[in-house]
């Protein structure tokens, strides 16, 4: 079957997001696009002259390189080869540009797609990068997050977040699994808190990620704000020690449970964990 012509057009679409950051914290999520870009990442980082590739799965794919590196405050890479097998759209040639400036002790950041389209679907380019900056992006930036220095092996570290998760975080008010990927577990304080967590990345000694599948915290207008928001743990060495990372994506400063929440996590994850892991009991006996 012959494909029909296509018909590009040149665009450069910008979008701009304010974030609670400094420039260089900011450019340093920028830069982690493993983590935050919606296509699979494969490449050793980002960094000047650095060559990568995106895919999604075995129909979308480009091949990209760094063109302009100036630390804390831009990021350029062209597009080099790509290809959508679905119709035989190439956006070659593309370049995607992100720009930090300062702006009061916060950072604005702005980027643009400067290159080519197909015509009809110069909307759908507009959505995307409004879905990868204002949601992906952003939500990767400024999603609570708290972390933890231990000098225990990352598999003990690991085995006191999933085995006794109960003895840091619900107590007696904990009921599931969380060990293996597919377990769910409930965290249910009866006339305050309810929420249900599904495993759905386990890497031992190194990652884990729950996806909150229900949630109702009464005291909010939105009680069901945490549902689809994840609790994601990783472990780093750092010299003699271990980092261990602990972020709630989608826990974000506009949201109405982020003050209170972050100070329950703040609590839980500085103190019950850190002392779970360090000492074999929380600070607070549940």
Same mark, same amino acid.
């Given at each position: ?12 679409? =910008? *979008?701009e ?7 260089? #914290? ?6 982690d696009?493993?983590?935050w870009?919606?296509e699979?990442f ?6 000047p002259?650095?060559?990568?590739? @995106? $895919?999604? &799965? /075995? ?8 063109? /302009? ?7 350029v890479?062209?597009?080099?080869? +790509?290809?959508?097998? =679905? ?8 370049k995607? *540009?992100?720009?930090?400036? !300062?702006?009061? /002790? ?22 995307? %990068? ?19 220095? *231990? =000098?225990? +092996?990352p ?15 619900? &107590? $007696?008010?904990?009921?599931? $699994? +969380?060990?293996?990927? #597919? /377990? ?5 304080? !009866? ?29 909010l $207008? #939105?009680?069901?704000?945490?549902? #689809?928001?994840k ?9 003699? =020690?271990?980092? @261990?990372?602990?972020t ?12 209170? %929440? +972050?100070?329950?996590?703040?609590? *839980?994850?500085?103190?019950? @964990? ?13």
């Open positions: 079957m012959t494909m029909a012509a296509l018909t590009y057009i040149k665009t450069k679409n =910008s *979008v997001i304010e974030l609670s950051k400094s420039p260089a #914290n900011v450019f340093n999520h920028v830069t696009l493993a983590k870009w919606p699979e494969i490449g050793d980082g980002i960094k002259g650095a060559e990568f590739s @995106l $895919k999604t &799965g /075995d129909g979308h794919y480009s091949k990209n390189k760094v063109i /302009d590196f100036v630390q804390d405050k831009k990021l890479w062209l597009t080099t080869e +790509s290809i959508r097998k =679905s119709d035989g759209y190439d956006w070659s040639g593309t995607f *540009v992100f720009e930090l400036s !300062p702006k009061g /002790d916060k950072t604005l950041l702005k980027f643009t797609y400067a290159g080519i389209v197909l015509e009809n679907e110069k909307e759908r380019l507009v959505e995307i %990068c409004d879905m990868c900056i204002k949601g992906m992006l952003y939500n990767f930036v400024e999603s609570f997050s708290a972390t933890i220095e *231990v =000098s225990n +092996s598999q003990e570290i690991f085995h006191r977040i999933t085995k006794d998760t109960a003895k840091w975080w619900g &107590g $007696k008010d904990f009921s599931g $699994k +969380s060990i293996n990927p #597919n /377990d769910e577990f409930i965290i249910n304080h !009866p006339g305050a808190h309810y929420s249900k967590q599904k495993l759905v990345e386990v890497i031992p000694g190194k990652k884990l990620v729950w996806l909150v599948t229900e949630s109702n915290l009464s005291w $207008k #939105n009680q069901e704000e945490w549902t #689809n928001t609790m994601i743990f990783e472990i780093r060495a750092k010299n003699y =020690s271990y980092l @261990l990372h602990f709630h994506e989608g826990l974000t400063p506009e949201k109405e449970s982020y003050l209170r %929440c +972050s100070e329950g996590w703040n609590m *839980v994850i500085k103190d019950w @964990l850190y002392n779970l892991i360090m000492y074999g009991k929380p600070h607070f006996e549940f």
